[in-house]
């Protein structure tokens, strides 16, 4: 789902407290299109006059740019897509709000033209009716969110240097046979990781052998990045959230969401006014 980002310059504003939907893990890649907007609009500040959009090479440059500084790598086809995406939502509420004058006044400061635009859409928004029915269909249907996941107790002891997997069995060997696990190594204590947090970290195999590992004994694991010594003390199960329990939440997420959508769509219907082209990357 992508959605449009007023300036994070005016996040303060009651308006633009951030909703339950903030929580979905694309958020970032909207954040930065709307970011790599503003650089945009500093660089090129007289476009925006004609009916035709262009997402430029350097567009998608400062996108690569700005997602690889967050996230350690380029961005693949659909997180370079949500990028476009909301500069392109971005730049056409900025020609919107220039359309309606809403720049009248406040010339000095580019973005309160889209965050005034963008009001002017949420004004139109309007919630439909909603029952238990509906709300709990929602709720299921997005339960991963809510549900209290399986969370882990372990230790590592990292050796110094990059150390190979015949040093880390060498060591877990020994830790198994009486060796404090901070005799050669630093300790480190994780509390309450979930599976995911693990799969994110260390890898899919790492997390799945962390879960089904016997707790108090020492195992070579290894991770997308080496070998680990690592000890599962502890694991609780995962718990399914209940509807009853979480509806005021669950309300309020719907809401959130089921107004963002809106506003795309009235953002998108704007859109079509446009011709949007994107240009081929520079060789």
């Known amino acids: 789902m992508s ?5 994070a310059s ?8 951030l909703p339950g939907w903030a929580r979905e893990p694309l958020l970032h890649f909207l954040l930065l299109g709307a970011l790599l907007f503003g650089i945009d609009r500093l660089v090129n500040p007289g476009g925006g006059e004609t009916s035709e959009i262009v997402i430029s090479a350097e567009v998608d440059a400062e996108a690569r740019q700005l997602f690889k500084a967050k996230r350690g790598q380029d961005p693949n086809a659909e997180e370079m897509a949500a990028l476009r995406k909301v500069w392109l939502d971005n730049e056409v509420l900025y020609r919107e709000g220039l359309a309606l004058q809403l720049d009248k006044g406040d010339t000095a400061i580019r973005e309160r033209v889209i965050f005034k635009a963008l009001s002017v859409v949420d004004g139109g928004t309007k919630l439909p009716p909603v029952s238990d029915g509906v709300l709990r269909d929602w709720f299921e249907k997005r339960r991963a969110r809510y549900d209290e996941p399986a969370r882990f107790d372990f230790q590592e002891a990292v050796l110094e240097g990059n150390a190979g997997e ?3 069995r060498a060591f877990v060997d020994q830790l198994n046979h009486g060796t ?3 005799a050669k190594a630093g300790l480190r204590v994780f509390k309450g990781r979930p599976h995911s947090n693990l799969q994110q970290s260390y890898g899919t195999d ?7 590992a016997a707790p108090g004994t020492w195992l070579a694991l290894k991770s997308r990045e080496g070998w680990h010594a690592v ?18 939440v669950v309300m309020q997420d719907w809401t959130d969401a089921t107004l963002a959508e809106q506003r795309s769509a009235a953002v998108a219907a704007l859109a079509r006014k446009y011709t949007v082209k994107v240009e081929a990357p520079a060789k």
């Open 206 to 212: 790492f997390a799945q052998a962390l879960e089904t």
């Open 231 to 248: 000890r599962l003390e502890a694991a609780s199960p995962p718990k399914p959230a209940s509807f009853e329990a979480l509806r005021g």
């Open 10 to 17: 005016l996040a303060s504003r009651p308006r633009l407290q």
């Open 166 to 168: 015949t040093a880390v």
């Open 180 to 182: 404090p696990g901070d």
């Open 3 to 7: 959605s449009v980002l007023p300036p």
